[in-house]
């Protein structure tokens, strides 16, 4: 059972990372032809290649929110040492 939840959360990263290079490639490909297309010096919104990775930059984030394990400092991980730390305090005093 520990394995297969280990495994299971390599996975998710591991998806999680080619959706990354995935934003990262196909970003810049539109970026650069963007840039090419508009020229530079214009505003903001001229540059329409904003809207896409801003979109898909917030999906990349919440990905990231769902997968990666520094977003869960507080999870059940953290909940049992957290349990375990206050009762082996306790022990120790009493």
Not at 18 to 44: D, E
Not at 64 to 83: I, Q
Request: glycine share 10%.
């Amino acid at each position: 059972p520990e394995e297969r939840r280990v495994r299971r959360q390599v996975r998710r990263q591991a998806e999680f990372y080619k959706h990354m290079m995935s934003y990262i490639g196909v970003n810049t490909f539109l970026w650069i032809i963007c840039v090419w297309t508009v020229g530079w010096g214009r505003p903001i919104w001229y540059y329409w290649a904003i809207w896409p990775t801003m979109g898909w930059g917030i999906g990349l984030f919440f990905h990231a929110l769902g997968t990666l394990p520094y977003f869960h400092r507080w999870g059940t991980d953290w909940e049992e040492r957290k349990v375990q730390e206050i009762l082996s305090r306790e022990k120790s005093r009493g």
